[in-house]
Nanobody, 129 residues
Framework: QVQLVESGGGAVQAGGSLRLSCAASGRTLSRYAMGWFRQAPGKEREFVAAIRWTAYNTYYTYYADSVKGRFTISSDNAKNTVYLQILSLKPEDTAVYYC???????????????????WGQGTQVTVSS
């Protein structure tokens, strides 16, 4: 079992920045791909970014086209925490942001298959113009 707890959301003005955190407990992150997703009101959940560590202590990152250049995913495996740094926030970034963990994740999520074994409860990000 993996428990995921997101934090760092809030209300910000357009152009601002946020860093979301996802703290995992239960198993080490290196065994899973970790991803961030978001769901805006009235819309389906969408993939945002993911990170996947290899057995050689390297990692791959994946991003939705809509967030490339503004969003950066990173992880601190010693703290079992994944981060999502968001720059130049736009009103269309307003959504609930969810963290997920799944051994199959990464490219699977970026290609539209959003299944995941574990989900966090989400953190709200609201961007005003």
């Amino acid at each position: 079992q993996v428990q995921l707890v997101e934090s760092g959301g809030g209300a910000v003005q357009a152009g601002g920045s946020l860093r979301l955190s996802c703290a995992a407990s239960g198993r080490t992150l290196s065994r899973y791909a970790m991803g961030w997703f978001r769901q805006a009101p009235g819309k389906e959940r969408e993939f945002v970014a993911a990170i996947r560590w290899t057995a050689y202590n390297t990692y791959y990152t994946y991003y939705a086209d809509s967030v490339k250049g503004r969003f950066t995913i990173s992880s601190d495996n010693a703290k079992n925490t994944v981060y999502l740094q968001i720059l130049s926030l736009k009103p269309e970034d307003t959504a609930v942001y969810y963290c997920a963990a799944d051994p199959r994740g990464g490219s699977m999520w970026s290609q539209g298959d959003l299944r995941s074994d574990y989900w966090g409860q989400g953190t709200q990000v609201t961007v005003s113009s």
